[in-house]
């Protein structure tokens, strides 16, 4: 099992930025995918930037090129960059991942609301 806690949510004028930052309970060394999912009210979860096999890297459409995945192995922890922020970036954010132990379980953390004004 692994526990994650999202950090680094709040409010933000349109075309700035900020920084999610999730914390692993164990080494993220151990997991199969990590990453980022949002949901905005009204509208389904939806995939934010994910780290998949090694270090390969899959992002959403509408975030190409604004937001970037990193993640620093030494911490537990997986970041998302958000640049360019927009009023339709609004939504809470969450950490997820998928162990290598167990491809069939997938974890989620409590998610981090962030709020982007126009």
């Known amino acids: 099992q692994v526990q994650l806690v999202e950090s680094g949510g709040g409010w933000v004028q349109a075309g700035g930025s900020l920084r999610l930052s999730c914390l692993a309970s164990?080494?993220?060394?151990?997991?199969?995918?990590m990453g980022w999912y949002r949901q905005a009210p009204g509208k389904q979860r939806e995939l934010v930037a994910l780290?998949?096999?090694?270090?390969?890297?899959s992002y959403g459409d509408s975030v190409k090129g604004r937001f970037t995945i990193s993640r620093d192995n030494a911490e537990n922890t997986v970041y998302l960059q958000m640049n360019s922020l927009r009023p339709e970036d609004t939504a809470v954010y969450y950490c997820?991942?998928?162990?290598?132990?167990?491809?069939?379980?997938?974890?989620w953390g409590k998610g981090t609301l962030v709020t982007v004004s126009s």
């Open positions: 997820y991942a998928v162990l290598t132990e167990d491809i069939l379980t997938a974890y």
């Open positions: 164990r080494s993220i060394l151990s997991s199969k995918r």
């Open positions: 780290f998949t096999s090694g270090d390969k890297t």
